[in-house]
């Protein structure tokens, strides 16, 4: 893909076929290298008691964006099979940067993405399960904040297109599986300052896999 580098993958946009079957593999949530103390007033993936996410409640999804956008130049996947690992920021789970149409290995593991103002992100949800999946900024947060945490009904549509201290959100996201050829993205973001910005997956950060990330960006 010319011009994009490596970074990351596109988080698989959501809705068209939404499998209500609920999530059909509940990830090993324990850290893929070490442990890492949990931040103050958070939980760690897969710790009791987060509750469940009702299969029935989850999101259809949309899937209004199905290529992705040329400029962008990280993709952040979304796959339960990016096992936990510790980073200086928290325990991650379920996102990574992966493209997935770069023909590069999937990464084993869920990574703190890296990122410098000026680059472009999108999201693709991989997940082979067929489930509908977010990525949701957390408002006014150091650390991953505690769970059950109540996101705000908005953030079931996209929200904004920058990633900042504002609320953002790519809204609910299907996914074809991970063996199709139709990838659903988010919309583009940008990023404007420098910071830490942490961000789950709504609802299912509210759930024993507790689907978590977060961006890093550097001047």
Known sequence: ??????????????????????????????PSSGSSPTPSGSQSPGSSPAPTANPSAEPSGLCSITTRDPNA???????????????????????????????????????????????????????????AHSATGFLGVSAFPAEPYPFPSADASPVATTISTAAWSTGSLASFGNTSATICYSQTF??????????????????????????????
């Not at 959501?14 to 990830?27: E, K, L």
């Not at 339960?80 to 325990?91: E, L, R, V």
């Not at 942490?198 to 950060?205: E, Q």
């Open 1 to 30: 893909m010319t011009g994009v580098r490596q970074f990351g993958a596109a988080l698989v946009l959501g809705g068209c076929v939404f499998a209500a079957g609920g999530c059909s593999h509940v990830a090993n949530l324990t």
């Open 73 to 131: 130049t990280i993709v952040v996947s979304i796959d339960p099979d990016f096992a936990a690992s510790s980073t200086p920021y928290g325990t991650v789970f379920g996102y990574a940067p992966f493209d997935p149409t770069s023909g590069a290995t999937q990464p084993p593991s869920a990574s703190a993405i890296a990122a410098t103002t000026g680059d472009l992100v999108v999201f693709a949800n991989y997940d082979p399960g067929l489930i």
């Open 190 to 219: 940008s990023l404007p300052a420098a910071g830490t910005f942490y961000f789950g997956d709504d609802p299912l950060y509210n759930s024993p896999s507790s689907f978590r990330g977060v961006i890093v960006v550097s001047q």
